[in-house]
Protein backbone atom coordinates (compact mmCIF):
# COMPACT_ATOMS: atom_id res chain seq x y z
CA UNK A 1 0.00 0.00 0.00
CA UNK A 2 1.36 3.44 -0.81
CA UNK A 3 0.22 5.09 2.31
CA UNK A 4 1.42 8.69 0.87
CA UNK A 5 -0.28 8.55 -2.17
CA UNK A 6 -3.53 7.29 0.04
CA UNK A 7 -2.84 10.61 1.82
CA UNK A 8 -2.47 12.79 -0.50
CA UNK A 9 -5.64 11.30 -2.20
CA UNK A 10 -7.68 11.96 1.26
CA UNK A 11 -6.44 15.18 1.90
CA UNK A 12 -7.44 16.44 -1.89
CA UNK A 13 -10.84 14.90 -1.52
CA UNK A 14 -11.72 16.20 2.04
CA UNK A 15 -10.46 19.98 1.25
CA UNK A 16 -13.89 21.24 0.02
CA UNK A 17 -15.26 20.44 3.70
CA UNK A 18 -11.53 22.33 5.41
CA UNK A 19 -13.10 25.59 7.02
CA UNK A 20 -16.79 24.04 6.96
CA UNK A 21 -18.32 23.19 10.08
CA UNK A 22 -17.64 25.49 13.87
CA UNK A 23 -15.26 25.71 15.84
CA UNK A 24 -16.00 24.68 19.80
CA UNK A 25 -16.75 27.98 21.49
CA UNK A 26 -18.16 27.01 24.69
CA UNK A 27 -14.74 26.30 25.27
CA UNK A 28 -13.17 29.88 24.61
CA UNK A 29 -9.64 29.48 23.97
CA UNK A 30 -10.66 26.29 21.77
CA UNK A 31 -12.49 28.71 19.40
CA UNK A 32 -9.47 30.55 18.97
CA UNK A 33 -7.99 27.83 16.79
CA UNK A 34 -7.82 28.54 13.03
CA UNK A 35 -10.47 26.44 11.20
CA UNK A 36 -8.60 26.22 8.18
CA UNK A 37 -6.18 23.48 9.75
CA UNK A 38 -6.13 19.95 8.39
CA UNK A 39 -3.40 17.16 8.94
CA UNK A 40 -3.31 13.13 9.41
CA UNK A 41 -1.04 10.90 10.27
CA UNK A 42 -0.34 7.11 9.93
CA UNK A 43 1.69 4.89 12.29
CA UNK A 44 1.96 0.82 11.22
CA UNK A 45 2.85 -1.82 13.04
CA UNK A 46 5.81 -2.71 10.68
CA UNK A 47 7.50 0.66 12.11
CA UNK A 48 6.67 3.11 9.61
CA UNK A 49 4.84 6.64 9.68
CA UNK A 50 3.35 8.81 7.00
CA UNK A 51 1.74 12.18 7.62
CA UNK A 52 -0.06 15.27 5.68
CA UNK A 53 -0.54 18.63 6.15
CA UNK A 54 -0.33 19.84 9.92
CA UNK A 55 0.34 16.27 11.62
CA UNK A 56 3.07 17.50 13.52
CA UNK A 57 1.06 20.59 14.61
CA UNK A 58 -0.11 19.77 18.38
CA UNK A 59 -3.78 20.54 19.08
CA UNK A 60 -6.07 20.16 22.30
CA UNK A 61 -6.68 16.39 22.02
CA UNK A 62 -9.90 16.83 24.44
CA UNK A 63 -12.29 13.60 24.60
CA UNK A 64 -9.73 11.69 22.78
CA UNK A 65 -7.73 11.86 26.43
CA UNK A 66 -10.73 9.86 27.62
CA UNK A 67 -9.30 6.30 25.94
CA UNK A 68 -5.96 6.71 27.97
CA UNK A 69 -7.64 7.85 31.37
CA UNK A 70 -9.77 4.55 30.61
CA UNK A 71 -6.37 2.06 30.01
CA UNK A 72 -5.24 3.57 33.52
CA UNK A 73 -8.78 2.91 35.58
CA UNK A 74 -9.05 -0.40 34.04
CA UNK A 75 -5.60 -0.95 35.40
CA UNK A 76 -6.12 0.21 38.88
CA UNK A 77 -9.81 -1.53 39.12
CA UNK A 78 -10.19 -4.28 36.56
CA UNK A 79 -13.06 -5.35 35.94
CA UNK A 80 -15.02 -4.05 38.65
CA UNK A 81 -14.90 -0.21 36.77
CA UNK A 82 -17.75 -1.72 35.29
CA UNK A 83 -19.80 -1.24 38.29
CA UNK A 84 -19.29 2.06 37.86
CA UNK A 85 -20.10 2.62 34.78
CA UNK A 86 -21.80 1.28 31.88
CA UNK A 87 -20.64 -0.39 28.19
CA UNK A 88 -23.60 0.82 26.24
CA UNK A 89 -23.77 3.63 23.44
CA UNK A 90 -26.01 7.14 25.22
CA UNK A 91 -27.46 8.28 21.76
CA UNK A 92 -27.41 11.36 23.32
CA UNK A 93 -24.87 14.22 23.53
CA UNK A 94 -21.93 13.80 24.71
CA UNK A 95 -22.63 16.24 27.74
CA UNK A 96 -25.97 15.30 28.77
CA UNK A 97 -27.50 14.80 31.62
CA UNK A 98 -30.55 13.21 31.16
CA UNK A 99 -30.06 9.58 31.41
CA UNK A 100 -28.22 9.58 34.84
CA UNK A 101 -31.19 10.34 36.76
CA UNK A 102 -33.21 6.94 35.73
CA UNK A 103 -30.00 5.40 36.17
CA UNK A 104 -28.93 5.96 39.44
CA UNK A 105 -25.39 7.69 38.77
CA UNK A 106 -24.27 5.31 36.88
CA UNK A 107 -23.20 7.00 33.44
CA UNK A 108 -23.71 4.73 30.27
CA UNK A 109 -19.99 4.19 28.91
CA UNK A 110 -16.66 5.72 29.74
CA UNK A 111 -16.34 8.15 27.00
CA UNK A 112 -19.43 10.52 27.59
CA UNK A 113 -18.21 12.94 29.71
CA UNK A 114 -20.46 11.72 32.59
CA UNK A 115 -18.26 8.11 32.52
CA UNK A 116 -15.43 10.43 32.34
CA UNK A 117 -15.74 11.98 35.34
CA UNK A 118 -15.98 8.97 36.51
CA UNK A 119 -13.18 7.46 35.36
CA UNK A 120 -11.26 10.44 36.63
CA UNK A 121 -12.26 9.60 40.11
CA UNK A 122 -11.23 6.12 39.69
CA UNK A 123 -8.12 7.36 38.66
CA UNK A 124 -7.68 9.87 41.55
CA UNK A 125 -8.73 7.78 43.88
CA UNK A 126 -5.65 5.11 43.35
CA UNK A 127 -3.28 6.93 42.66
CA UNK A 128 -2.93 11.39 44.07
CA UNK A 129 -0.67 11.83 41.18
CA UNK A 130 -3.04 11.09 38.53
CA UNK A 131 -2.55 13.39 36.09
CA UNK A 132 1.07 13.21 36.52
CA UNK A 133 0.53 9.51 35.62
CA UNK A 134 -1.77 9.69 32.46
CA UNK A 135 1.11 11.83 31.22
CA UNK A 136 3.77 9.72 31.75
CA UNK A 137 1.38 7.57 30.15
CA UNK A 138 0.93 8.98 26.51
CA UNK A 139 4.66 10.29 26.41
CA UNK A 140 5.77 6.95 26.70
CA UNK A 141 2.94 5.49 24.20
CA UNK A 142 3.86 8.30 21.97
CA UNK A 143 7.48 8.44 22.65
CA UNK A 144 7.49 12.46 23.29
CA UNK A 145 8.71 13.57 26.43
CA UNK A 146 7.90 16.73 25.15
CA UNK A 147 3.59 16.34 25.39
CA UNK A 148 1.78 18.73 27.96
CA UNK A 149 -0.80 20.18 29.55
CA UNK A 150 -2.29 23.29 27.38
CA UNK A 151 -2.90 25.24 30.76
CA UNK A 152 -4.64 28.02 29.03
CA UNK A 153 -7.06 25.65 27.21
CA UNK A 154 -7.42 23.62 31.04
CA UNK A 155 -7.90 27.34 32.20
CA UNK A 156 -10.67 28.19 29.89
CA UNK A 157 -12.61 25.28 29.93
CA UNK A 158 -12.48 25.44 34.25
CA UNK A 159 -13.88 28.74 33.78
CA UNK A 160 -17.07 28.12 31.83
CA UNK A 161 -17.31 24.37 32.61
CA UNK A 162 -20.52 24.61 34.70
CA UNK A 163 -22.14 21.35 32.56
CA UNK A 164 -19.17 19.36 33.80
CA UNK A 165 -19.25 20.64 37.27
CA UNK A 166 -23.47 19.71 37.57
CA UNK A 167 -22.42 16.38 36.13
CA UNK A 168 -19.91 15.87 38.50
CA UNK A 169 -22.56 16.88 41.43
CA UNK A 170 -25.17 14.83 40.53
CA UNK A 171 -23.17 12.18 39.93
CA UNK A 172 -21.88 12.48 43.38
CA UNK A 173 -25.46 12.83 44.89
CA UNK A 174 -25.74 8.87 43.99
CA UNK A 175 -22.32 7.82 45.70
CA UNK A 176 -20.74 7.22 42.39
CA UNK A 177 -17.78 10.43 42.86
CA UNK A 178 -15.91 9.68 45.84
CA UNK A 179 -12.91 12.12 45.21
CA UNK A 180 -13.68 16.34 46.20
CA UNK A 181 -15.39 17.58 42.88
CA UNK A 182 -12.91 20.39 42.44
CA UNK A 183 -10.28 17.93 42.30
CA UNK A 184 -11.85 15.37 39.66
CA UNK A 185 -12.74 18.32 37.60
CA UNK A 186 -9.41 19.65 37.78
CA UNK A 187 -7.68 16.21 36.55
CA UNK A 188 -10.15 16.13 33.68
CA UNK A 189 -10.39 19.73 32.21
CA UNK A 190 -6.60 18.94 32.59
CA UNK A 191 -6.28 15.49 30.88
CA UNK A 192 -8.91 16.86 28.19
CA UNK A 193 -6.75 20.00 27.50
CA UNK A 194 -3.41 17.67 26.52
CA UNK A 195 -1.95 19.01 23.72
CA UNK A 196 -0.80 16.30 20.68
CA UNK A 197 -0.22 16.20 16.73
CA UNK A 198 -1.91 13.47 14.69
CA UNK A 199 1.98 12.31 14.65
CA UNK A 200 1.86 11.94 18.48
CA UNK A 201 -1.88 10.51 18.65
CA UNK A 202 -0.83 7.91 15.63
CA UNK A 203 2.03 6.68 17.62
CA UNK A 204 0.02 6.56 20.98
CA UNK A 205 -2.78 4.31 19.95
CA UNK A 206 -0.06 1.63 18.09
CA UNK A 207 -0.90 -0.17 20.46
CA UNK A 208 -4.86 -0.63 20.24
CA UNK A 209 -3.68 -2.04 17.10
CA UNK A 210 -1.58 -4.60 17.97
CA UNK A 211 -3.19 -6.49 20.85
CA UNK A 212 -2.14 -4.00 23.56
CA UNK A 213 1.73 -4.70 22.95
CA UNK A 214 4.21 -1.14 22.13
CA UNK A 215 5.69 -2.36 18.79
CA UNK A 216 8.37 0.07 19.60
CA UNK A 217 9.57 -0.92 23.00
CA UNK A 218 7.75 -4.58 23.03
CA UNK A 219 6.20 -4.25 26.19
CA UNK A 220 2.59 -5.14 26.56
CA UNK A 221 0.87 -1.87 27.77
CA UNK A 222 -2.26 -3.77 28.49
CA UNK A 223 -3.56 -7.01 28.18
CA UNK A 224 -4.79 -8.44 24.42
CA UNK A 225 -8.62 -8.56 25.98
CA UNK A 226 -8.62 -5.28 27.18
CA UNK A 227 -7.43 -3.75 24.10
CA UNK A 228 -9.98 -5.58 22.14
CA UNK A 229 -12.29 -4.36 24.23
CA UNK A 230 -10.93 -0.64 24.57
CA UNK A 231 -11.72 -1.25 20.84
CA UNK A 232 -14.77 -2.16 20.59
CA UNK A 233 -15.78 0.62 23.21
CA UNK A 234 -14.24 3.21 20.61
CA UNK A 235 -16.49 1.66 17.84
CA UNK A 236 -20.02 1.53 19.85
CA UNK A 237 -19.31 4.62 22.14
CA UNK A 238 -16.13 6.71 20.90
CA UNK A 239 -18.35 9.07 18.53
CA UNK A 240 -21.39 9.72 21.39
CA UNK A 241 -24.56 10.03 19.14
CA UNK A 242 -23.17 9.89 16.15
CA UNK A 243 -21.24 6.49 16.78
CA UNK A 244 -23.90 4.36 14.68
CA UNK A 245 -23.10 6.32 11.82
CA UNK A 246 -19.22 6.31 12.36
CA UNK A 247 -19.28 2.08 12.01
CA UNK A 248 -21.58 2.43 9.16
CA UNK A 249 -19.17 5.24 7.02
CA UNK A 250 -15.83 4.27 8.59
CA UNK A 251 -16.18 0.44 10.29
CA UNK A 252 -13.64 1.33 12.72
CA UNK A 253 -12.65 2.07 16.20
CA UNK A 254 -12.22 5.91 16.94
CA UNK A 255 -12.26 8.14 19.51
CA UNK A 256 -12.92 12.03 18.38
CA UNK A 257 -12.64 15.26 20.46
CA UNK A 258 -14.11 18.84 20.74
CA UNK A 259 -10.35 20.25 19.55
CA UNK A 260 -10.87 18.37 16.05
CA UNK A 261 -9.16 15.36 16.41
CA UNK A 262 -10.14 12.12 15.59
CA UNK A 263 -7.81 8.91 16.35
CA UNK A 264 -8.82 5.34 14.62
CA UNK A 265 -6.84 2.11 14.64
CA UNK A 266 -6.83 -0.98 12.09
CA UNK A 267 -6.55 -3.88 14.58
CA UNK A 268 -3.64 -6.02 13.61
CA UNK A 269 -2.36 -3.40 10.78
CA UNK A 270 -1.68 0.21 11.31
CA UNK A 271 -3.19 3.18 14.02
CA UNK A 272 -3.73 6.97 12.09
CA UNK A 273 -5.34 9.98 13.42
CA UNK A 274 -6.53 13.22 11.64
CA UNK A 275 -7.07 16.90 12.81
CA UNK A 276 -9.40 19.70 11.70
CA UNK A 277 -10.58 21.76 14.30
CA UNK A 278 -14.61 22.49 12.14
CA UNK A 279 -16.92 20.18 13.93
CA UNK A 280 -20.24 18.90 12.56
CA UNK A 281 -23.29 19.62 14.67
CA UNK A 282 -22.12 16.10 17.06
CA UNK A 283 -18.74 17.65 17.79
CA UNK A 284 -17.14 15.54 15.38
CA UNK A 285 -14.51 16.44 12.94
CA UNK A 286 -16.38 17.32 10.00
CA UNK A 287 -13.39 16.93 7.51
CA UNK A 288 -11.94 14.92 9.86
CA UNK A 289 -14.91 11.96 9.78
CA UNK A 290 -14.72 13.03 6.16
CA UNK A 291 -11.36 11.96 5.72
CA UNK A 292 -11.80 8.66 7.51
CA UNK A 293 -14.28 7.69 5.62
CA UNK A 294 -12.40 8.33 2.49
CA UNK A 295 -9.26 6.72 3.90
CA UNK A 296 -11.37 3.14 4.40
CA UNK A 297 -12.85 3.26 0.96
CA UNK A 298 -9.65 4.09 -0.39
CA UNK A 299 -7.74 1.12 1.32
CA UNK A 300 -10.85 -1.48 1.84
CA UNK A 301 -10.19 -1.68 5.26
CA UNK A 302 -13.02 -1.94 7.41
CA UNK A 303 -13.49 -4.32 10.84
CA UNK A 304 -16.33 -5.64 9.31
O1 LIG B 1 -15.87 18.14 28.74
C1 LIG B 1 -15.92 18.65 27.64
O2 LIG B 1 -16.96 19.14 27.21
C2 LIG B 1 -14.67 18.70 26.82
N1 LIG B 1 -13.52 18.87 27.65
C3 LIG B 1 -14.48 17.45 26.02
C4 LIG B 1 -15.66 17.12 25.14
C5 LIG B 1 -15.30 16.41 23.89
O3 LIG B 1 -14.19 16.44 23.40
C6 LIG B 1 -16.42 15.76 23.21
N2 LIG B 1 -16.05 15.45 21.86
N3 LIG B 1 -16.49 15.30 20.84
Redesign the pocket.
Known amino acids: MDFDAVLARVAEDVRPLVRQGTV ?1 S ?2 PRLAEVPIDRFGMAIATLDGRQFSIGDADTAFSI ?3 SKVFSLSMALDALGGDLWERVGREPSGSP ?2 SLVQLENERGIPRNPFI ?1 AG ?1 LVVADVVLSERPDGLQALLDFVRQRADNPAIAVDADVAAS ?1 AAA ?1 Y ?2 AALTNFIRSFGNIQQPIEAVLDF ?2 KQ ?2 IAMSCEDLAQAFLHQANAGRCRRTGTQVISPIRARRINSLMLTCG ?2 DAAGDFAFQVGLPAK ?4 GGIAAVVPGVLALAVWSPG ?1 DE ?3 SLAGAAALARFTEITGWSIF
Open positions: AYIQSIYNNAEGRNYFCATYSGVGLRGN
